[in-house]
């Protein structure tokens, strides 16, 4: 009955270890994925402020 625990114990703590990393995990996903939003974001701004800079776009 003694050793029951400590398999408990090792199986709980490999639990914890799966929990914490697959959390880091989601987490630097999570960061990316904004990260890369952000750039688009910022890509459409500069793009939308450099077009009234060209003119109209009609030649004459």
Same mark, same amino acid.
């Given at each position: 009955?003694?050793?029951?625990?400590?398999?408990?114990?090792?199986?709980?703590? #490999?639990?914890?270890?799966?929990?914490?990393?697959?959390? @880091?995990? /989601? =987490?630097?996903?999570?960061?990316?994925? #904004?990260?890369?939003?952000?750039?688009?974001?910022?890509? @459409?701004? /500069? =793009?939308?402020?450099?077009?009234?800079?060209?003119?109209?776009?009609?030649?004459?």
């Amino acid at each position: 009955m003694g050793t029951r625990g400590v398999i408990g114990d090792k199986w709980s703590m #490999r639990v914890l270890w799966a929990c914490a990393i697959g959390s @880091a995990v /989601s =987490l630097y996903m999570v960061a990316v994925e #904004r990260q890369m939003q952000n750039r688009d974001r910022m890509m @459409a701004e /500069s =793009l939308k402020n450099m077009e009234p800079d060209s003119g109209s776009g009609e030649q004459v």
